[in-house]
Structure formats: C-alpha cells, structure tokens
C-alpha cells in the first residue's frame, strides 16, 4: 500500500469514527476496507431493517428517548411524533453526551422524549402517539415538561 493509500485509509477510518451520529460502518475483507451506510432515511436501497434491532420486551432497554427542539414540541403533542421524510421515528438507548448514541439523537437538541415501551409494544400505526410518552425533559438541565399523555 502506497504512502497516499495509508493517508486515505487513515482519513476515512477517522471520519467514520469520528462522525457523531455515526451513518457509516468499516468493515475490512479480503484486505480490502470496506465502508457501509448505517441509515438509509429516505434511500431505499439501505436495508435498515437488518441493521435495526426489534424490541420485543420493555425489559430489553432501560429507557427508549428521543431528542428533538423546543420548536417542535407544540406540534408533537398535538399530533404525536412523526417519521416525517424518514423511514423510522428514531430513538436511542442514550443520552446526547453517551458515546454510544447512534439514533434518533443529535447533540445539540434541548428536549427529550421519553417513551414508555411498555404502552409503544401494545401498538400504534405510524405516529407514535402522546399517550406513548413516559416524561419529556429539557436538555440538557433536565427539567421536567409538563404534558397529558393521554
């Protein structure tokens, strides 16, 4: 491998791992690096359903959240969350500041949607409706938000 192949190579390992939401995934084969989007959102070619893991049992996550802006809030408790031009609602397993936080979180959102799986697991067709919600919190104080879930 030539001295520009390793600086390409080493430039895209860092941008893969260095990317925060992290779209994209490594993959060496046959010597040959191989890189992969994570999330398709709008491309259709993306199998995202291989790369999602179905939740079965509330017992399979701590707590299940979703990071969005203030100024989206009034129109989620009116009219649930939405996918919007995604595939998927996204949720995470962690918080903005958790390393491990792959979707349904950018760093810089200032509310949290915490969502009961327990009632998400009875079902709902689409739109995850507000009765769906555990607590919302704004980040990153923490403060609680008042809101009917029913």
């Keep these: 491998m030539s001295c520009a192949e ?5 430039r895209t390992v860092h941008a893969v791992r260095k990317d ?3 779209r994209f995934s490594l993959l060496e084969e046959n010597g040959e690096l191989l890189i ?3 999330q398709g959102h709008t491309v259709m070619t993306v199998e995202s359903e291989r790369l999602l893991k179905q939740i079965l049992s ?3 996550v ?9 100024r989206n809030l009034e129109s989620i408790l009116e009219l649930g969350l939405k996918r919007m031009k995604r595939l998927h609602v996204h949720f995470s397993s962690g918080l ?8 349904g979180m950018r760093r810089d959102v200032n509310v949290l949607i915490y969502l ?4 998400a697991l ?9 009765k769906c919600f555990e607590k919302i919190e704004s980040w990153p104080d923490r403060k609680p938000i008042p809101f009917l879930n029913v």
């Design 62 to 70: 701590q707590f299940c959240v979703h990071g969005t802006y203030k």
């Design 58 to 60: 509330a017992d399979e």
């Design 36 to 38: 992969f989007a994570n």
């Design 20 to 22: 925060n939401k992290q």
């Design 116 to 119: 009961d799986v327990r009632k």
């Design 122 to 130: 009875e079902g709902f067709d689409g739109v995850v409706p507000v």
């Design 96 to 103: 903005p500041t958790d390393g491990e936080v792959i979707s």
């Design 6 to 10: 390793r600086g390409r190579r080493k």
